[in-house]
């Protein structure tokens, strides 16, 4: 219930992007209703269809910080990915 009452002040809002920083089920599901006309999220099984824009989740080639795993959901609005060793 509480879901809903977000949903809707969220969709109030009438926000331009919804960035899914977190992938999980329920931050999917408010994202899509969230009314954004782009929702931007990672390609997970049985939630891709939330988003309009998806972002693959990088090959688990050893341990990565969230903030570049976040980072990554940034790519669709154009934004260059930051450069960790600065």
Do not use: K
């Not at 992938?23 to 999917?28: E, T, V, Y």
């Not at 990088?58 to 940034?74: E, F, M, T």
């Amino acid at each position: 219930r509480s879901d809903l009452t977000t949903a809707r002040a969220l969709r109030r809002r009438r926000f331009d992007v919804a960035i899914d920083l977190h992938g999980g089920p329920r931050s999917a599901w408010l994202a899509r209703l969230s009314g954004a006309p782009m929702r931007i999220g990672y390609r997970i099984a049985g939630r891709s269809w939330m988003y309009t824009h998806l972002v693959e989740r990088p090959a688990d080639n050893g341990p990565r910080h969230s903030v570049l795993n976040q980072w990554d959901l940034l790519e669709p609005l154009g934004i260059e990915p930051c450069d960790p060793e600065r």
